[in-house]
């Protein structure tokens, strides 16, 4: 019996010295655990240059009839008022972007009878862009419609106005009856695309 009692007594101490020993090789794991890691991914993205012309409001104009129909000057051209077609919400996202108006005089499609005024001149003009407004003059000198741009030195957002006024013919002569037609365009984009188009 005494001899059992001591061989307990042995196994008990040889238990608690394994244990000390676990809790210390435990303690000296964590002290030498591993510090976090870290990796990066890098993203790449463009923004185009662009330019975005708001949609012309009214997209035509109907003058209707544009010769008095009575009076002293029954048959010669009526006075016409000013015209405004609203182009909102244009744009250009970078800077030095121009604006150019190129227009044709409102003329009747067939040859003109001698003694008789076939077309009618006007001026077109959008002063809302840059510091000078763009503008273009119609006449018989002007037959390609060039006027002269108007650039921005920023980008800019804003809603644009094109006038169409001063409407006049070359001569105070009767105007050959027809129908009179004419097309203004409004171009928008970097300078040298403007010169390279021709406008």
Do not use: K
């Amino acid at each position: 019996m005494i001899q059992h009692r001591t061989c307990l007594a042995n196994g008990v101490a040889s238990l608690a010295a394994t244990a000390v020993a676990l809790g210390a090789l435990a303690a000296a794991t964590g002290a030498y655990a591993q510090d976090p890691v870290q990796g990066t991914v890098g993203m790449d993205a463009q923004v185009a240059q662009v330019c975005v012309l708001g949609t012309p409001t009214p997209g035509a104009l109907a003058l209707g009839q544009i010769s008095e129909a009575s009076g002293t000057r029954v048959g010669r051209l009526a006075t016409i008022a000013s015209q405004s077609i609203q182009l909102p919400g244009t744009f250009c996202n970078y800077a030095g972007a121009a604006l150019a108006i190129t227009a044709s005089p409102l003329a009747v499609t067939t040859t003109t009878q001698a003694g008789f005024v076939g077309s009618v001149d006007y001026t077109c003009t959008i002063s809302a862009w840059g510091a000078t407004s763009a503008t273009v003059r119609t006449s018989a000198t002007n037959a390609s419609g060039v006027g002269s741009p108007s650039t921005n030195a920023a980008p800019q957002e804003t809603d644009l106005t094109l006038v169409v006024s001063d409407f006049a013919t070359a001569s105070d002569d009767l105007l050959q009856p027809g129908a009179y037609l004419a097309l203004v365009t409004i171009t928008l984009g970097p300078d040298a695309g403007l010169a390279a188009s021709g406008s």
